[in-house]
């Protein structure tokens, strides 16, 4: 499979945990994007790398979000102390470099805050 | 700054109908648009796209849509639905670049009737 692919696939924390998900993009796509979903709502764009460049971050990422792509190949995205208003699927894609490039999805990471 | 307004959250058709959802964007730059199905438990497929070129666009599983800028709109159809075309749709806008992403609707639940 030479998908995006996310892990875990689901994972149940504690409130004030941390957690951190995984995100192994298509291997030649130089950009890598972290989405957050809510039930009954479409996925909101939280940060964007370029290889290993984070170049954007939506005001959605607070101080206890971060996300890395140290070697421009997977990424994390971990949150620290985490709330039940974290609670969503984490969403990563990838796409080439370029204007109108398919931005192709994972599975998506469930969150769920106890 | 892009925003997408999808109409409907809910639509039913009975099996065999025409399936219409309507999605209508806002862009300051001409945008590049998609269509994307999700479901459940699962990330999002890209149904079809508009970057340039011809406005109606195919896609696969038999859906379309048609870019009209004089209308700011990019509805998904279908002539005949299927049972498992029963899914989230959602329509999503790029202003190009890639730089942040896409900007999604906030989702269109079909239902198909038997």
């Known amino acids: 499979d030479t998908g995006v692919s996310q892990d875990p696939r689901h994972k149940i924390t504690k409130r004030g945990q941390n957690v951190t998900f995984r995100c192994d993009p298509i291997?030649?796509?130089?950009?890598l994007y972290w989405y957050r979903q809510t039930l009954g709502q479409g996925p909101e764009f939280l940060t964007y790398?370029?290889?290993?460049?984070?170049?954007?971050k939506s005001r959605l990422l607070s101080d206890r979000f971060s996300a890395e792509r140290p070697k421009g190949s997977f990424s994390t995205l971990e949150i620290q102390r985490t709330e039940q208003g974290d609670s969503a699927m984490y969403l990563c894609?990838?796409?080439?470099?370029?204007?109108?490039?398919?931005?192709?999805f994972g599975e998506g990471s469930w969150l769920t805050v106890v | 700054a892009q925003s997408v307004t999808q109409l409907g959250s809910h639509v039913s058709v009975s099996e065999g109908a025409l399936v219409l959802l309507r999605c209508n964007y806002s862009s300051s730059v001409p945008p590049y648009l998609f269509w994307y199905v999700q479901y459940p438990n699962q990330g999002l497929q890209l149904l079809l796209k508009y970057t340039t070129g011809a406005t109606l666009v195919k896609g696969i599983n038999g859906f379309e849509a048609e870019f009209k800028k004089s209308e700011t709109s990019f509805h998904l159809t279908k002539p005949s639905a299927h049972m498992s075309d029963a899914a989230e749709y959602f329509c999503a806008v790029s202003a190009g670049g890639g730089a942040d992403g896409l900007t999604f609707g906030k989702g269109t639940h079909l239902i198909i009737q038997p």
């Open positions: 790398f370029q290889n290993e460049a984070q170049l954007e």
């Open positions: 894609a990838s796409s080439p470099t370029g204007t109108g490039n398919t931005i192709y």
């Open positions: 291997s030649e796509h130089n950009r």
